[in-house]
């Protein structure tokens, strides 16, 4: 070896000894990083935005003994209401799960939720809607378009101010009788993006992906009845039964007995004046009421393609089953004490809400929100399995947001 060329060596082990130091230092410093850089970070994950000085000497003071205390101190931030959980909630609410839409009902509602610490699985079947006060004197609620919603954010009305965003019965605002109603799913924003055209398996799929962190191929299970799969699904596609037996039938088998339970409603909007359906309303078959397609209360998407496979499944009414508590997906983890099956969309909301899946989801989602990235240890692992238990049996999201922030104030 040249004299250069030693020189050369020497410099490039030097070099990466010192980039080595560098990165150690850098970790010991996250690692060691005072109560102050901490509680800065909790309020910048949460919030945004930075804290202002009296704020950040109240959360640090509380590091040392009630790092958890110290969230909730950030979570009094409006930025937390008004953008952290406005972009955390907007993706659920259209197929393209965009953070990038106006503020809606849906997320509005799931704001107020957390904002009041109710329990989050309710947003899944109860007779609740948030809305502007009437004292804003926004806009009124319709069921025809997102205008009350649209001011509200233009106007940048404050999300976090109880007297602003208020909690009322959802039936009061969109015609639905209360037993009918189901949290966001029968919100107007979630039938538009979910209930437009279609066979309202859109629904289905996207609060499974929505709310439990799983999409349909996930949960394929081809060896369970298809006593239930509809007329418009082809037995034999291509003219080979092979393809349904292997790959339709593990998606079918378990959604067109669940999706069944919203056979009575239907999103309506003019498709030549209004294709994207901004003006258009959820609409609801009461007791009484019947599609003049199908002779019941039955909107008449459920017998699309009827000539299909005509021995398929007539779906008769709003009456559901969950055949995924049997086989390979009992791993989602079902609430025993439920009966499994039902009628309409609220007790479907309340199968889903109360899964072990639906808690697990909730915490993943927070802890990437907070955290900038996905869990990837044994130890992140087990922090989202207790955050789970706790949240599985208080609903509190909140919760969820104070303890992944501590766990990650440190990173």
């Not at 959802?170 to 107007?188: C, D, F, H, K, M």
Request: with cysteine; aromatic share 10%.
């Amino acid at each position: 070896m040249t004299a250069r060329n030693r020189i050369r060596s020497l410099l490039c082990k030097a070099c990466s000894t010192a980039v080595l130091i560098a990165l150690v230092s850098g970790q010991v410093s996250l690692v060691q990083a005072g109560p102050r850089e901490q509680a800065k970070r909790i309020h910048d994950r949460i919030a945004g935005v930075p804290p202002s000085e009296s704020v950040l000497d109240s959360m640090t003071s509380m590091i040392p003994s009630n790092p958890e205390g110290a969230a909730f101190i950030a979570m009094n931030d409006p930025a937390f209401y008004n953008v952290t959980l406005k972009n955390f909630a907007a993706p659920w609410t259209n197929e393209a799960m965009s953070k990038f839409v106006p503020l809606n009902d849906y997320i509005a509602t799931v704001i107020g939720v957390v904002r009041d610490e109710a329990d989050f699985r309710t947003i899944l079947y109860e007779d609740v809607l948030y809305v502007g006060a009437p004292d804003l004197n926004a806009p009124n609620y319709s069921t025809n378009d997102n205008e009350h919603y649209e001011w509200l954010e233009t106007q940048a009305i404050d999300l976090s101010n109880k007297d602003h965003l208020i909690r009322q019965p959802q039936s009061n605002y969109n015609g639905l009788p209360s037993s009918a109603t189901a949290g966001v799913i029968t919100s107007r924003a979630s039938a538009r993006a979910f209930f437009s055209a279609g066979t309202n398996r859109a629904m289905f799929r996207f609060t499974l992906i929505n709310h439990m962190c799983n999409d349909l191929e996930q949960v394929a299970d081809v060896t369970l009845p298809t006593d239930r799969i509809r007329q418009d699904v082809s037995r034999s596609p291509g003219g080979d039964s092979r393809v349904f037996l292997n790959n339709c039938v593990g998606c079918h088998t378990g959604m067109d007995p669940m999706t069944q339970a919203f056979a009575y409603y239907d999103y309506e909007y003019n498709q030549n004046t209004d294709p994207e359906g901004e003006s258009g309303r959820l609409v609801y078959n009461a007791v009484g009421e019947t599609d003049p397609e199908t002779g019941t209360r039955v909107k008449a998407k459920y017998h699309i393609n009827s000539a299909t496979f005509e021995q398929g499944y007539v779906t008769p009414d709003d009456s559901w089953v969950n055949y995924w508590r049997q086989g390979a997906n009992r791993r989602l983890g079902w609430d025993e004490s439920m009966p499994g099956s039902g009628k309409g969309a609220k007790s479907l909301g309340k199968e889903f809400a109360y899964s072990d899946a639906f808690a697990e989801c909730q915490v993943k989602k927070v802890f990437e929100n907070v955290c900038l990235r996905p869990p990837s240890s044994s130890a992140d692992s087990s922090k989202i399995s207790s955050m789970a238990a706790g949240f599985a049996s208080q609903g509190n999201l909140k919760q969820v947001f104070a303890e992944s922030a501590v766990y990650c104030m440190g990173e």
